[in-house]
């Protein structure tokens, strides 16, 4: 080791390092016969090592030039084409997932790659947007169906074979109906609620009847109901996404069509049945020799929980207008005296301009303006030709890319030009391409001035479309994504919902949105004496009394109370756990690499595992299997420094909620939990602060971490912004925007403000 | 618990996979035919719905069972399947086979997962890709047509009741043709469906074009790390381009030319008799030309549709459905054994043509080098366990016949699968929830 360069930056010696540090990490290093370091002198060796081969990582990266030309996130090319088109449509859906980087991110230009496959599925997408975006001829026979009464025959009621029959309190015959294209729905529907119950809601679901035995559908969407006074609700989808009839009648049912149908449900998801309404059934015929029952009428509207559907509508295929907006937009009306071939030549620049998010040169132009010339020449319609130019378009790197063309030469950062630094607030606070406003202001060059960027940034994060950036940033900064890579055993929580999964994600992404709504301080992440709760998680977090709406709202807490800030929140708790037992270890390294910017380092290769089954650790309590653990050598240095950070933690079971006792597993595979034990929260952490149990914990971080904190959230939303890993260069900016955060009592907007005026937001890097 | 089981290491979900098709053999497009030394491989498969007569051994009607008698090489044929006879040496028989994830499932759901093996239900229905769709990913681009999907009622049908075998590589299923004449047209005539491919390939080849101008265009204007992820748009826009090129050729390859005189193209499925013997027909000279390597024909879908008439063709109740469902009782398995020993001779005449009929000039039959799976997803009607299935063919692909295989219920039928993609030189080990190959074949 003496002989190795310490220098890991600027020597030669990171791999070997790198070696070094993974024996040291074994206790195969110093041999047996040498003297041995103490615990503590290893554990500052090796935490030194670790150090210093991140430096080299992020200088080396630095070095090989950064990338700076990022492809468009599905997200993102789903939001653009909307933006873009005009056309309120997922055309993403067939675009293959899309990898995490390493440090967590979805929008990293280096991780997000390029495939033949995703080419195809591109093209694919492109032709189908623009035979939706540009029209031809008149408009298509629109198909309008309307009830104000319930119908509920024809459908199945028995369970057979594991297919969940549908019984709906109203439903719809759509008989006639496009295989693809835009629908319209409209529901007005008052409910009576006695005082004090939870809102009821309405399930909307559209599918057909195959057959005998299940209905193959889709929920179109859920609304709640808050009054005795008729609301009406509207919804807009596209046919091609819900389950369709084939085109022969179908078994004994005799339908060929859709069906458009409503449960009811109280305000615990519960199916609210009548059967004391007439028309839901015909009465059962009587027995011989017995009379026929009289129905009883059923009691008057208001006296109980009752939901009334006044009417049903359906619309397909819906246009607002004729020819949609879409294609107005897109190719406008020909002017007086002016050619096909100008119209279209001045149609495609404007389309061009747009889509490629800068002004567009006219020698730019010519290849699609051949694109245009050759379909029309092959005999196809001025529309079809337009569409297949502007399709082209949409394959482009100039549209797939985000392009940060460099002047050739000089090494060093340039200026953005304006609408560069438009694209980039615009998919950084949006999600999306820069709307009209943002392009004219890069266009009129005035964006790079102070006040018109600071006016913009207020404007944006005012709009309902930065709701993109609280989901994105929140959903990549806490991995929420998580949640759908832990299965919970329903063995050991019989009772637990998967749907409560979304709810614990949008528990999250509204926390933040919060934040951000408010500008609060972002210390509230650590702690807080509110949160955003809906009744589903209230019931699961045991709060009382529970909310009698399912929307989420923003609740007071009392101090400490368990739900305060994002570790008491299920997203992290379930999803930084096992699925079956709470997991220390995985909400500890969370802690540590997304609220503290100190990820441990991943274990050393041929670690043995600890072998949960193993009958050593049988009856032991989560604390006492990790004690063991650390008394491994080669687990020893990391574990001491990871384990105290999950273990006041223990208090919250694998699905967030709170317990005195935890589980533990007893005897072999499959054990279920039979013993519950009493959790013991304590521990003391690295630095040798006592932590007595989550309240102290939090506590512990709000007030002892706060900067690191405020590095580690600088660090994420730079990252984001920028869409790449940070690196050497990115020292002084994080540290400057740090401070300014910590000045700012950790407000984001002033965060996002001094973030989009930083250099490294302003310019483009080698 | 696991305790190296770190966050952040786990974090690289789905992470997009690209196929590498070993396309570039195919390059010399004007010559499409294999050469002599190493044959052209094929797979057909057949499905009929709904079932066939069980009947125990001691019953009176049990000659009137599918299955035969006995095990291993010592079986005996009952009449059904004894228009197969001849070929035995051609044929395995396999009992006890099914897929494990379907036997819950309802008895008359199990069509769409006859090739696929997956699990349908709970108002979800989610599909994955089927056998014939993972050969088509390793064969499909040696010729003009990378499979093709029959069946008696074309399209893709409601789900649960689909009236297609095939299912691509997301689960979506394929459209079949039905048609005889739309079939013929399809591979042998220029109709306008390929006028319009051809109109389609060409404008997304000038795309493809401008968009790499575009690319060689940006290039100048970057550092060296985004001219990497250049190339690597590039590349695959070029991939893209070569399938379509490949496309392309096979355009201005001329058709074999076939005569059609002996095939009754105008049968229609009111007519059993005739229309299954022009889709086995059409079969047979789409392999024979080589215009498409891979098969699949549903005889007949669990839906109400016109494939239910077929046993009026020999003068049964024109209700295939009532027929099973029947079969348990007294004097009916002999009546639906008739209708099941009608579809054997139909199949028993298509593998003969296929043996009679040289394989190029490799001194092989057609036969020699096509696997043939014929089945139904019932045994007993609503039954999915212990599926009727019988593998014909392969017999230079490595593959020994003349034996009537029983398997446990612990074998699942993607063994059957497994074996069968191997034979077909696909270096596969494993179809959903195989869990090996199928012993006794190999």
């Known amino acids: ?766 | 618990m696991t305790f190296r089981e770190i966050n952040r290491r786990t974090a690289l979900k789905g992470a997009s996979v690209t196929l590498a098709l070993p396309w570039l053999e195919a390059m010399s497009f004007g010559a499409p035919r294999q050469s002599p030394k190493r044959p052209a491989r094929r797979l057909c498969s057949v499905m009929f719905p709904y079932g066939i007569a069980v009947p125990k051994d001691d019953h009176p009607e049990r000659d009137w069972g599918w299955f035969p008698r006995g095990e291993g090489r010592d079986y005996k044929l009952t009449h059904v399947l004894k228009p197969l006879e001849p070929l035995m040496d051609d044929v395995s028989i396999f009992g006890g086979l099914s897929h494990p994830d379907c036997r819950a499932m309802n008895g008359h759901d199990t069509g769409d997962t006859f090739l696929t093996g997956s699990r349908l239900t709970d108002g979800v229905y989610k599909n994955t890709v089927s056998l014939d769709q993972i050969a088509a990913q390793h064969l499909g681009h040696l010729t003009r047509h990378p499979s093709l999907t029959l069946s008696t009622d074309g399209g893709v049908g409601p789900r649960t009741r689909s009236t297609t075998l095939s299912y691509s590589p997301k689960g979506q299923p394929i459209p079949a043709l039905s048609d005889p004449k739309q079939i013929f047209n399809r591979l042998f005539g220029n109709d306008d469906a390929s006028r319009s491919d051809r109109a389609r390939l060409e404008g997304t080849g000038s795309i493809l074009d401008l968009v790499l101008d575009q690319s060689k265009g940006l290039r100048r204007h970057l550092g060296s790390a985004d001219r990497r992820k250049l190339d690597e748009f590039e590349t695959s826009v070029r991939d893209v381009e070569l399938r379509v090129e490949r496309s392309r050729a096979w355009l201005d390859v001329p058709l074999p030319e076939v005569d059609a005189g002996s095939i009754a193209l105008d049968a229609n499925p009111e007519g059993a008799k005739d229309y299954i013997a022009a889709i086995y027909d059409l079969m047979f000279l789409a392999l024979q030309t080589d215009l498409t390597r891979i098969t699949t024909y549903q005889i007949g879908s669990y839906g109400p549709t016109v494939a239910r008439t077929f046993p009026a063709a020999i003068g049964l109740e024109p209700n295939w459905h009532s027929l099973a469902h029947k079969a348990g009782k007294k004097g009916q398995a002999t009546i639906l054994g008739r209708f099941d020993q009608f579809l054997a001779q139909n199949l028993a005449r298509f593998v003969q043509r296929l043996k009679d009929s040289p394989d190029g000039d490799t001194g092989q039959s057609l036969l020699d080098n096509t696997l043939i799976l014929y089945g139904s997803a019932n045994s007993r009607t609503h039954v999915n366990r212990n599926y009727p299935l019988l593998l014909a063919g392969g017999g230079k692909l490595g593959l020994r016949h003349n034996h009537y295989l029983r398997f446990s219920e612990t074998t699942p039928m993607s063994n059957l699968f497994v074996t069968m993609l191997q034979a077909m030189g696909v270096e596969a080990d494993r179809f959903g929830d195989s869990t090996g190959t199928l012993n006794g074949l190999t």
């Open chain 1, 1 to 766: 080791m003496d002989r190795l360069d310490p220098d890991m930056v600027k020597g030669r010696d990171a791999e070997t390092w790198h070696d070094a540090l993974n024996q040291l990490n074994l206790g195969e290093m110093p041999p047996t016969k040498a003297d041995q370091p103490t615990p503590a002198e290893r554990r500052i060796l090796a935490d030194w090592m670790t150090g210093e081969l991140q430096r080299a990582a992020e200088a080396k990266r630095f070095a090989d030039g950064r990338v700076t030309m990022r492809r468009l996130t599905r997200y993102e090319y789903r939001n653009t084409l909307r933006d873009l088109l005009g056309v309120d449509r997922d055309f993403s859906k067939e675009l293959p997932p899309e990898p995490l980087s390493p440090d967590g991110f979805l929008n990293n230009g280096a991780t997000l790659e390029m495939s033949p496959t995703q080419i195809e599925t591109y093209l694919t997408a492109a032709r189908r947007a623009m035979e939706i975006a540009i029209v031809e001829g008149d408009r298509h026979e629109v198909h309008r169906y309307v009830r104000t009464n319930t119908v509920t025959a024809k459908l199945p009621t028995k369970k057979v074979a594991g297919h969940i029959p549908v019984n709906p309190e109203f439903a719809l015959d759509v008989t006639r109906y496009p295989r693809s294209g835009p629908f319209r729905m409209k529901l007005t529907a008052r409910a009576a609620i006695p005082a004090g119950a939870g809102l009821p809601r309405i399930r909307i679901s559209l599918g057909h009847v195959p057959g005998i035995v299940h209905v193959p559908h889709r929920v179109v969407g859920e609304v709640e109901l808050t009054s005795e006074e008729p609301q009406t609700f509207e919804y807009t989808g596209w046919m091609e996404d819900y389950p369709q009839a084939g085109d022969v009648a179908f078994g004994n049912t005799g339908i060929t069509g859709m069906i458009l149908f409503l449960d009811y449900l109280d305000a615990d998801g519960k199916e609210l049945r009548y059967p004391d309404r007439k028309y839901v059934r015909p009465p059962a015929k009587p027995r011989k020799g017995q009379k026929a029952k009289p129905r009883p009428e059923p009691p008057a509207f208001g006296t109980r929980l009752e939901i009334q559907v006044e009417s049903l509508e359906f619309e397909t295929p819906f246009h607002a207008q004729w020819p949609p907006e879409s294609h107005r937009r897109l190719i406008g009306e020909r002017a007086e005296g002016e050619s096909e071939s100008e119209h279209a030549r001045a149609a495609l620049k404007q389309f061009l301009s747009r889509a490629f998010r800068r002004s567009v040169k006219s020698r730019e132009l010519k290849p699609f303006q051949t694109v245009f010339a050759r379909t029309r020449q092959a005999g196809h319609s001025f529309e079809e030709a337009m569409r297949e130019a502007c399709a082209a378009a949409l394959v482009s790197p100039h549209f797939l890319y985000r392009v940060e063309a460099r002047k050739p030469g000089s090494n060093k950062p340039q200026p953005l030009t304006d609408h560069e630094l438009a694209s980039r607030l615009s998919y950084f606070l949006w999600s999306t391409m820069p709307d009209a406003q943002l392009t004219r202001l890069a266009s009129q060059r005035r964006l790079h001035d102070p006040g018109v960027l600071a006016a913009e940034v207020k404007r944006m994060l005012a709009s309902p479309r930065s709701d993109e950036f609280s989901r994105n940033f929140a959903n990549q900064w806490f991995d929420l994504e998580a949640l759908d890579r832990v299965a919970v055993n329903p063995e050991f929580y019989p009772d637990f919902d998967n749907d409560l999964k979304e709810a614990m994600r949008r528990e999250t992404i509204g926390f933040y949105d919060q934040l951000l709504r408010h500008d609060l301080s972002c210390l509230d992440v650590l702690d807080s004496d509110w949160s955003m709760i809906n009744r589903d998680l209230a019931r699961h977090y045991g709060l009382k009394p529970l909310p009698r709406s399912n929307r989420f709202a923003r609740v007071p807490l009392p101090a400490e109370s368990r739900r305060g800030g994002v570790l008491g929140q299920a997203s992290f708790l379930l999803s930084q756990s096992g699925g079956e037992f709470a997991h220390p270890i995985k909400r500890a390294v969370w802690i540590l690499d997304r609220l503290l910017d100190s990820p441990p380092p991943p274990p050393p290769p041929d670690v043995p595992e600890l072998d949960s089954e193993s009958p050593d650790l049988a009856g032991l309590t989560v604390k006492q299997q990790l004690a063991l653990h650390r008394e491994r050598e080669a687990c020893a240095n990391c574990h001491q420094g990871i384990d105290p950070w999950g273990l006041p933690l223990q208090h919250y079971n694998a699905i967030g909620q709170w317990g005195e006792t935890a589980p533990v597993r007893i005897g072999k595979k499959k054990a279920k939990p039979a013993k519950p034990t009493p959790v013991d929260p304590t521990t003391t952490l690295p630095d040798g602060s006592p932590i007595d149990g989550a309240a102290a914990l939090k506590r512990y971080l709000k007030t002892e971490r706060r900067e690191q904190f405020a590095r580690a959230v600088v660090k994420r939303m730079l990252a984001y912004a920028l869409g790449r890993s940070l690196d050497f260069g990115d020292r002084e900016t994080v540290e400057q925007l740090t401070n300014d955060f910590i000045e700012a009592d950790f407000r984001l907007r002033k965060l996002i403000l001094a973030l989009v005026n930083s250099d490294a937001f302003q310019s483009r890097q080698r």
